[in-house]
């Protein structure tokens, strides 16, 4: 499918009352990239590991004991079911939207029973959601499972008690959220954060539509200003195009230090296509690096207060 056809479709559905419905049946009949195949499902399994081993290394107490925050949820907790399964036992998912799906959890739950061998998951999810009330998701993902879906509601002010959450997680989702929803996302997780707590963000830079047509590059929606991109940037696929380097910026200026990070930087094929775009104006003193970077996990803490020392 052309992305041009899909953006101008998925712009119609934000301007309809029912479109968040009609996006998700048009993913699920039309696409069909719901739910997520077993192709892409190890995927999945990798980003989950990653945040795991990433925590694991710099949080002072056991995953299992930890209190874990994820904003962004998404229609089938593939994420979540995945920590459950890797030892966490207790989340807190929030999402702007009541996005969950009870028969695409279901068919996670089912993946996971199903491949829980092959992918070595040291426990699986062992009870399906029954019935279609999101109040029955709502109960037997906290009974079963330890996690407290919340939505709608809004990370940028969650509710959640001061220094609560040990672990604040966000898998491909700061992408999708505009540069001033995330400064405020980021002062409600530092609020939240622990003193000695840990964020873990992976973050996709990379042109969306280019993973079903082929025929752009992972930069293709670099080639507009910000004027014409808005065109074809609609709210249920809403992408910012912040690079690596306005993330580092963002959360430098909330009050976190980057304690790891992992790019994949671009390749040199992809710098002779930057070179040769016309970016946004906002970007031109960005070198051909910084704006390539196609994804990265980083890992964050709480930038420890100025000792009195210093202050004086």
């Known amino acids: 499918m052309n992305w041009k056809y899909k953006a101008l479709l998925q712009h119609a559905f934000s301007q309809t009352p029912f479109g ?44 299992a ?29 929030v999402d702007i939207r009541h996005l969950l799906r009870i028969e695409l959890v279901n068919h996670t739950i089912a993946t996971l029973q199903r491949l829980a061998t092959s992918l070595a998951l040291p426990r699986v999810p062992l009870s399906f959601i029954e019935g279609h009330r999101p109040s029955a998701a709502v109960t037997v993902l906290r ?13 940028r002010a969650t509710g959640l008690p001061t220094a609560s959450i040990d672990c604040i997680t966000s898998t491909n989702t700061l992408e999708h959220v505009p540069r001033d929803d995330i400064v405020a996302i980021l002062r409600e997780c530092h ?12 973050i996709d830079y990379q042109d969306h539509y280019s993973y079903f047509d082929r025929t752009i590059s992972r930069f293709n929606f670099l080639r507009y200003s910000d004027r014409a991109w808005a065109f074809f940037n609609p709210g249920l696929h809403y992408q910012n195009r912040l690079r690596h380097r306005d993330h580092l910026a963002l959360v430098d200026a909330a ?43 980083i890992v964050l803490r709480k930038r420890p207060p100025p000792s009195s020392a210093a202050a004086v």
Request: overall charge neutral.
């Open 255 to 297: 009050g976190f230090e980057v304690l790891e990070e992992r790019r994949a930087d671009p390749t040199a094929a992809d710098v002779t296509t930057l070179r040769n775009l016309s970016v946004p104006l906002r970007m031109r003193d960005y070198t051909p690096a910084e704006i390539g970077v196609r994804h990265a996990a």
């Open 20 to 63: 968040e419905r009609l996006n998700y049946l048009f993913q699920r009949h039309v696409t069909k990239s719901l739910p997520t195949s077993d192709t892409i499902f190890p995927n999945h399994v990798a980003l989950a590991r990653e945040h795991m081993e990433l925590v694991a290394k710099y949080l002072p107490r056991s995953s």
């Open 65 to 93: 004991e930890a209190a874990w925050y994820e904003f962004g949820a998404g229609w089938e907790l593939i994420g979540p079911l995945l920590f459950y399964c890797l030892g966490v036992n207790r989340q807190v998912l």
């Open 143 to 155: 009974s079963r499972y330890g996690i407290d879906y919340r939505a709608p509601c809004d990370a």
């Open 191 to 202: 609020r939240i954060l622990r003193s000695d707590g840990i964020m873990s963000f992976r």
